[in-house]
């Protein structure tokens, strides 16, 4: 017998995209500049780093607002809301370049605009898919939330050679302000029940109860774990290359497209191998990649093809669990999807800017230790698969692909 299969629409796939692009460009478009920006402004690389860390705070701690907003009055004032904000930190770094303060008081303003594209990307695709499809599309939209973050170096390193680093921020003005307008004619509302009251004791309270929820909890933080990882390698490549094997802004952001290809063959991989293995296997394989990675960096010598070829092995499995992390994450919510994000996005990018800018500034500084810090996010995400593993042994649980059922 031949069942039918709803195919598969692309439209919601297509805009999930163009949202999520506004706030992974905004994360790492301007990590090549870090050094010129520290040079020009008389900054150390350690205030520096706040443009990035401020960026993130406000990016993780605005979704939890976004999320429940956005369950309670819908996705599209929610987008025009966010992007609005992010427009304003957008146009003050523009403005006020040669001033350290605005340019912290921008980029904080930036990320607190960001926050939404995070949350409605997600939402979008929780929305518009289920099941299968809601894996597929997850996989198809890491493609972008991975490649974006390395891929938008190399335009940022190339207008911050050529025309300097302020120019980067006019660049971003100029997109997001595209973006922004395109989402206004476009973005329709996806949002799956009737519009309700936004109520904060409510969202407080649902806060607290997803905090306790273990599914939530262990379904996230693989992403967590993964993004730390990343974080920390994209602002601190900067500095080793540029400073330590002395590349250029511009020949930084060109060598950047290799891990990318890396980020994009883990989700091909992860499509092909989606069907014949179980989620806790697919797992298990790219925090043992991640391993792989750590321990070529750690037992090589410095250089620019070990520090690029142990940073697209990373990327390789980030782009097989990324995918995977959020469908386990998102699959067993369809009421309070946007809540849920915006709880991982939160949590995501809080503990990436504070605990990545404290790793960065005390303890992870060379290849070395960037090795040794890629054995242990490997080694992290496989004990939390087998903690959650063993607790839920006798347990029923949904499947994310039709192995996982058998």
């Not at 990649?289 to 142990?310: D, Q, R, T």
Request: charged content about 10%; aromatic content about 10%; overall charge positive.
């Amino acid at each position: 017998m031949k069942i039918n299969q709803t195919p598969f629409n692309k439209i919601p796939l297509a805009l999930a995209i163009m949202i999520i692009a506004t706030g992974q460009v905004g994360v790492s478009i301007y990590l090549p500049s870090l050094p010129l920006i520290s040079r020009d402004l008389g900054v150390s690389q350690a205030d520096i780093q706040q443009l990035v860390t401020l960026f993130l705070v406000g990016f993780g701690l605005s979704q939890l607002f976004y999320g429940p907003l956005s369950d309670a009055i819908g996705r599209r004032p929610v987008f025009l809301l966010g992007q609005g904000i992010y427009l304003v930190g957008t146009l003050i770094c523009v403005l006020l370049p040669d001033s350290y303060t605005a340019l912290i008081t921008g980029r904080l303003l930036q990320g607190l605009g960001a926050g939404s594209a995070s949350v409605l990307s997600r939402s979008v695709l929780r929305d518009s898919y289920s099941g299968s499809q809601l894996t597929q599309a997850m996989s198809y939209m890491s493609i972008t939330a991975s490649i974006l973050p390395i891929l938008a170096p190399v335009v940022g390193g190339w207008a911050a050679w050529h025309f300097g680093w302020q120019s980067v921020f006019i660049f971003v003005l100029l997109y997001l302000s595209a973006i922004v307008t395109l989402g206004y004619f476009v973005l329709p509302e996806t949002l799956p029940h009737a519009v309700t009251k936004f109520e904060i004791r409510k969202t407080l309270r649902g806060y607290w109860h997803l905090s306790r929820n273990y599914q939530v909890i262990s379904s996230a933080s693989y992403n967590w774990v993964g993004y730390l990882s990343t974080l920390v390698s994209v602002s601190l490549l900067p500095f080793l290359l540029q400073e330590g094997l002395k590349l250029s802004a511009a020949e930084y952001g060109e060598v950047m497209v290799i891990p990318s290809a890396g980020l994009l063959m883990g989700c091909l991989i992860l499509n092909k191998l989606n069907k014949r293995f179980t989620t806790n296997q697919l797992i298990y394989l790219a925090s043992s990649i991640m391993m792989m990675a750590g321990c070529w960096l750690v037992f090589n010598e410095m250089s620019l093809p070990n520090l690029i070829f142990g940073f697209t092995l990373l990327s390789i499995a980030q782009g097989i669990c990324f995918p995977l992390s959020m469908s386990m994450l998102l699959a067993p919510h369809s009421k309070q999807v946007g809540a849920v994000s915006a709880l991982s996005g939160s949590v995501q990018m809080c503990i990436a800017g504070l605990l990545g800018g404290f790793l960065i500034k005390h303890l992870i500084n060379n290849q070395t230790s960037l090795g040794v810090f890629y054995l242990l996010t490997g080694l992290t995400i496989a004990l939390i698969l087998t903690h959650s593993r063993h607790r839920h042994m006798n347990q029923s649980y949904l499947p994310l692909n039709s192995h996982d059922s058998k």
